[in-house]
């Protein structure tokens, strides 16, 4: 049963669990557990799956006008273990292991799991503001545990690969907890505030996404010295204190323009770009600078006609009816630059057509 779980989730949990078939290791002989924590496998499958689509998407929207744009075609062709060890397979580890992580704490909340709920350790304490710890803070310290365990447990190996992994897991549970909020809840007559109480609370899954996009583009680039990550070409192999919670890498990534699937890039051609709009921001609005002329390419304008429900209307009872409405849309996509001939050509009949029609 768990095994067809891991099989419909996203490429990205394939990244987690790598097959390591030089050893004898399986996703069914490192899941299929006994003893006692083979029921708790079981009860957090659906969680880690949800885990990993979360960060699945979470990625995709990063990168969705960034060159490499976290497509599951751009990582398919790879069995996990072979993925460049690059700045963007280091993304790819820590959004997923923040994803098991956040999923599994929230659900933990809700009441999923027979052993774990509300955080209620610093319940009843008073706090420097003058409000009071209460209510259900998240207990993220149960969600990290057992994040470790799945996406850990798979990186054992002594090598540089698997040093860089387990690190970019630990900045993924870190942004966990670096973008935790505090909630409170004001107690008094009419409204007042006499006293307040607060918990922590998980922020929305798009603030740890934006937390480590910033870390993915200050990313370091490491090597692998006795053991330990340290700074690329440093005169000194002792470890770094900083890059514990730096995104780290170990090989440069190729620049994306061109299609590549021996280091996982689907190009840019044919990719869709974004030129002006009101709520375009300063990065999309370069989108198409980035993805087509600074790859070679030219951002050609496309019309297209898209459907949708509008004017819907609520009857009773109880059934909404909708119209069908059509509108027009504008679209810029990454087009081969055409050829002087051509351009020539191009011009040439133009002009025979306007002399026709005089």
């Not at 387990?166 to 008094?188: F, I, L, S, W, Y």
């Not at 323009?257 to 999309?284: A, F, M, P, W």
Request: glycine letters at 8%; one cysteine or more; charged letters at 25%.
């Amino acid at each position: 049963m768990f095994t067809r779980v891991l099989w419909s989730m996203s490429l990205l949990l394939a990244v987690l669990f790598r097959t390591a078939e030089s050893n004898g290791w399986t996703l069914q002989s490192n899941f299929l557990i006994t003893g006692p924590k083979a029921s708790q496998t079981y009860e957090y499958a659906s969680s880690v799956a949800a885990g990993a689509q979360t960060a699945m998407e979470e990625c995709k929207y990063q990168f969705s006008w960034d060159r490499w744009n976290c497509t599951d075609n751009a990582l398919s062709m790879f069995k996990p273990n072979t993925l460049p060890a690059n700045r963007e397979t280091s993304f790819v580890h820590a959004i997923s292991a923040a994803g098991v992580m956040y999923v599994l704490t929230r659900n933990c909340s809700k009441g999923a799991f027979e052993q774990c709920g509300c955080d209620l350790t610093n319940n009843g304490k008073k706090a420097e503001g003058g409000w009071t710890w209460g209510g259900c803070s998240d207990d993220i310290a149960f969600g990290e545990e057992i994040s470790e365990m799945y996406t850990d447990g798979v990186e054992n190996g002594q090598d540089a690969r698997a040093a860089m992994n387990r690190h970019n897991n630990d900045v993924g549970r870190e942004a966990v907890r670096q973008t935790m909020k505090r909630v409170c809840k004001c107690h008094g007559v009419s409204g007042s505030c006499t006293t307040k109480t607060c918990w922590l609370q998980l922020a929305d899954f798009r603030a740890i996404g934006v937390f480590l996009k910033k870390k993915y583009k200050k990313a370091d680039k490491v090597d692998y010295v006795r053991g330990q990550l340290t700074e690329n070409n440093s005169a000194s192999s002792k470890r770094n204190p900083g890059l514990k919670k730096d995104m780290v890498f170990l090989e440069d990534s190729p620049d994306y323009c061109r299609e590549n699937l021996t280091v996982g890039s689907r190009g840019t051609l044919g990719r869709e770009c974004i030129r002006g709009g009101k709520t375009t921001d300063k990065y999309e609005k370069k989108s198409c600078k980035r993805l087509c002329k600074d790859c070679g390419y030219v951002p050609k304008r496309i019309t297209t006609e898209v459907t949708s429900s509008c004017n819907c209307k609520f009857h009773w009872c109880c059934s909404v009816k909708c119209s069908q409405c059509t509108k027009t849309v504008t679209k810029y996509i990454c087009v081969q630059r055409e050829s002087k001939n051509r351009r020539k050509n191009v011009r040439k009949k133009s002009k025979q057509r306007r002399r026709n029609k005089i």
